[in-house]
């Protein structure tokens, strides 16, 4: 499937002032048993594979990764087959299952290919999301995959640079709490550091499994 940029915004994720169209909302707290739901435009995407006509640039987007360390997102994965995603590790469903669907694929890949290969978790929910935090939960799915944290509005400017919707955390009386964010993964090759496709939520890791051979190598799946 080939989108234009602007048909991109009705297939993955809506930026519309005060919406949360084609947003990944999981809500609850993180001691209770939250239901996240993929709503709009994103749940009636094809699952797979989503060809860009333009091109998307890498955002400039400095955090701080799992180990507390300052981290370049530009400069540290340039050159590099690059997976994007934004989430946070106190979601119920999507998130997890999503990282370790990658995870899963990933480790089918040579050794060489593998260790070309960069898997970066940007936290929508950076308050409750400390690098401690990140470290426990990739290292359950992969300790190799890199996760940020850092400023919620440097992170939303990021996404939305993308096409990504992704909204402040909302906490509800009843003290539970909704992240809403687009569940899209983003690939960025590393024949020129762009985006030229992206997947739908739902990709299962079957497909990841087929297509990392061909991204590593700066093709288009």
């Not at 590790?89 to 960069?118: F, K, N, S």
């Not at 992170?155 to 955390?169: D, T, Y």
């Not at 809403?180 to 030229?196: C, L, N, Q, T, W």
Request: proline share 7%; hydrophobic share 35%.
């Amino acid at each position: 499937m080939r989108i234009t940029s602007a048909r991109r915004a009705g297939v993955a994720v809506a930026v519309v002032a005060a919406a949360g169209f084609g947003l990944a909302a999981c809500g609850g707290s993180s001691d209770s048993g939250p239901v996240a739901v993929v709503s709009g435009p994103t749940a009636s995407a094809r699952p797979g594979v989503i060809t860009l006509d333009t091109p998307d640039v890498k955002p400039a987007l400095t955090l701080t990764d799992q180990n507390g360390h300052r981290y370049d997102l530009v400069k540290q994965t340039a050159g590099h087959p690059t997976l994007l995603y934004f989430g946070y590790t106190h979601c119920p469903d999507v998130c997890p299952t999503t990282m370790a669907d990658i995870a899963v694929a990933a480790r089918g890949l040579p050794i060489a290919e593998r260790q070309e290969l960069r898997v970066v978790f940007v936290s929508t929910d950076p308050d409750r999301d400390s690098p401690k935090r990140l470290k426990k939960w990739l290292g359950a799915i992969d300790p190799r995959f890199t996760g940020l944290t850092g400023d919620f509005t440097t992170v939303q400017r990021a996404a939305r640079s993308l096409g990504i919707g992704v909204s402040r955390p909302v906490k509800h009386k009843d003290g539970t709490e909704t992240v809403s964010h687009g569940a899209e993964v983003i690939v960025f090759s590393p024949r020129d550091d762009k985006a030229h496709l992206f997947y739908a939520s739902g990709t299962s890791e079957r497909r990841y499994a087929v297509d990392l051979p061909k991204i590593v190598k700066g093709e288009t799946p």
